[in-house]
């Protein structure tokens, strides 16, 4: 099927730094989604991006959609104990959601 | 926002009993509804689709006389586990699509851990 490939698949930081990834596929798509989900919980949608070259901001976190259509990053800026959590990346299709593997961020205070 | 419950959010059950999952959407009517079954430390790999009215369509490798799927009306749609083995041991998540959703946005349940001893 279509793979999602998402880096890294683990990030160690400190608080207060910028947290980035990515995904990346080797087919076009029309909308890319950036979910979060905290441990035992259902994911729960950041920012969804629907136009190529789109730069959407979510209070610290922003995202692009990449130009080919076929990449997109999250940037986290001063991240807090709170953004500690799984981050997918996920692709729209006619019906279905496709996600990537995740990155898990862990934070030291 | 909308949101989308799902009950138990824990279960644990015997080898070989049946466990249903329930999948609501609380403040909107969900036409399709998916299931989703999650492993510790992976991703979530999408098990089937379920339309109200109609039957599911399942994932390839998903057996369907297993994971049982009813979506009976626009609120709700269930999940049966059949003669649950310890390999069905899993985070359950279903998510929902709002009727008249123009970007088919979707919107998950909280999870349903199944543990089968």
């Known amino acids: 099927g279509q793979q999602l490939n998402q880096s890294p698949q683990s990030m160690f930081i400190q608080e207060g730094e910028d947290v980035s990834m990515n995904c990346t596929s080797s087919s076009i798509f029309n909308t890319w989604l950036w979910y979060k989900q905290d441990p035992g919980e259902g994911p729960v949608l950041l920012i969804a991006l629907y136009k190529a070259g789109e730069l959407t901001s979510n209070g610290r976190l922003t995202a692009q959609f990449g130009i080919t259509r076929k990449d997109s990053f999250l940037n986290i800026s001063a991240s807090i104990p709170s953004d500690v959590g799984i981050y997918f990346c996920a692709r729209q299709g006619a019906q279905k959601l496709v996600f990537g593997q995740g990155t898990r961020l862990t934070i030291n205070p | 926002g909308a949101v989308v419950s799902q009950h138990p959010s824990r279960v644990i059950c015997k080898s070989g009993t049946s466990v249903k999952i329930e999948c609501r959407s609380l403040?909107?009517?969900?036409?399709?509804m998916f299931w989703y079954r999650q492993f510790p430390k992976k991703s979530l790999m999408l098990m089937a689709t379920s339309n109200e009215g109609s039957k599911a369509t399942y994932e390839q490798g998903v057996e369907k006389d297993k994971f049982l799927i009813n979506h009976a009306s626009l609120t709700l749609s269930t999940l049966t586990v059949t003669s649950a083995h310890p390999e069905d041991s899993s985070f359950y998540i279903c998510s929902a699509r709002a009727r008249l959703a123009e970007t088919g946005e979707l919107f998950f349940g909280e999870g349903s851990r199944l543990t089968v001893l």
């Open positions: 403040d909107f009517q969900a036409t399709t």
